[in-house]
């Protein structure tokens, strides 16, 4: 089993729709979560950090179930501009590995 | 400007040849990191360093060495042990406390013919 599974797409939505992805990690000792985005041949670049009692910047609201080990990423009123990858990342306190996801792809349509 | 730089941009090398990887930071980051890309995938777990002169294999270190003898250089050596070269490779950084996100390099392309 992977330590970090995204559904890998893609997410095809209409502009202003709402799309949501999960992300589930299997190491109950992981401590820090992410979100990272990335355009094609491009670096990542982090979208938002997860915290316990979950988290909104604008349009993005991320939310963290460490009971069933999973986080999830909320984006209302979907634009254009949003379609990219969007990564999981899971960072391991004791030893600061990251790890990331392989990535749920979104494609948002005029 | 503080950040974290990967030279060259594209790189090609012929097979069986060793290849360096270059990142350097200087946003006084204690941790580093080296992943691989293909396409359509993931990013995937090369090597990571928490310190100077320490460093932790990742999923796929086989293939690879890396050094870290001062703190804001972090190269990667693609050998000729490393069956399939050619992918994208991105170099991170971070602050070491639990929170603290990763910022990545540009990352280079690595072409082996």
Known sequence: RKEVEQDPGPFNVPEGATVAF??????????SFFW???????????????YSSGNEDGRFTAQLNRASQYISLLIRDSKLSDSATY??????????KLIFGSGTRLLVRP | DGGITQSPK??????????TLSCEQNLNHDAMYWYRQDPGQGLRLIYYSQIVNDFQ???????????REK?????????????????FYLCASSLIQ????????????????
């Open chain 2, 98 to 113: 639990g929170t603290a996100e990763a910022f990545f390099g540009q990352g280079t392309r690595l072409t082996v013919v």
């Open chain 2, 71 to 87: 703190k804001e250089s972090f190269p990667l050596t693609v050998t000729s042990a490393q069956k399939n070269p050619t992918a």
């Open chain 1, 36 to 50: 990272y985005r990335q355009d094609c041949r491009k670096e990542p670049k982090l979208l938002m950090s997860v």
């Open chain 1, 22 to 31: 999960n992300c589930t990690y299997s190491n109950s000792a992981s401590q």
């Open chain 2, 57 to 67: 294999k990742g999923d796929i270190a086989e293939g690879y060495s890396v050094s």
């Open chain 2, 10 to 19: 594209y790189l090609f090398r012929k097979e069986g040849q060793n290849v």
């Open chain 1, 87 to 96: 990564l999981c990342v899971v960072k391991m306190d004791s030893s600061y």
